[in-house]
């Protein structure tokens, strides 16, 4: 059985990120799909919603288009793989939030690790900081 993307990376990362927390996934994988605790339910319950906020936004574009537009939205929407499909829209929509969090989150981890290796560049970046961003507040 083959699953498309979005629904791959769904089952993918639920069942990496749950499994650590409770090893009866180790054992018994097919219970990630049942919700049993507050928390499955609450997660079930903020997926669909922000599910249905995507398809909102796709629904809300295709009755009122943007002229001459070349967003990701208005891309997807005269594709042909994806104009009809809007669950396929709304998994890339998602995927680009999960994908933009961990690039940031990497980006920042990188720069921090660089800065306390590098305190002459950790001076530079903090005395520019504070004569441009902070001038009143004290940074330490």
């Known amino acids: 059985m083959y699953y498309d993307l979005g629904e791959f990376l769904r089952r993918m990362v ?3 990120l749950l499994r650590q ?3 009866i996934f180790g054992v018994i994988p097919y219970l990630l799909f049942f919700n049993y605790s507050k928390e499955d339910k609450e997660y079930a319950q903020n997926l669909k919603t922000v599910r ?3 398809e909102s936004l796709i ?3 295709r ?3 943007l ?3 070349n967003d990701l939205m208005t891309i997807w929407l005269t594709d042909d793989l994806y104009k009809t499909d809007t669950k396929l829209i709304v998994d890339e929509v998602i ?3 999960l994908a933009g969090s961990f690039t940031l989150k990497t980006t920042n981890t990188n720069m921090l690790s660089y800065l306390a290796l590098n305190p002459q560049c950790k001076a530079t970046l903090v005395n520019e900081l504070k004569s441009t961003v902070l001038k009143e507040q004290d940074l330490t």
């Open 59 to 61: 629904n809300d574009r």
């Open 95 to 97: 995927l680009m939030f």
């Open 21 to 23: 927390g409770r090893p």
């Open 14 to 16: 639920g069942f990496l």
């Open 52 to 54: 249905a906020f995507c």
């Open 63 to 65: 009755s009122n288009p």
């Open 67 to 69: 002229k001459d537009s």
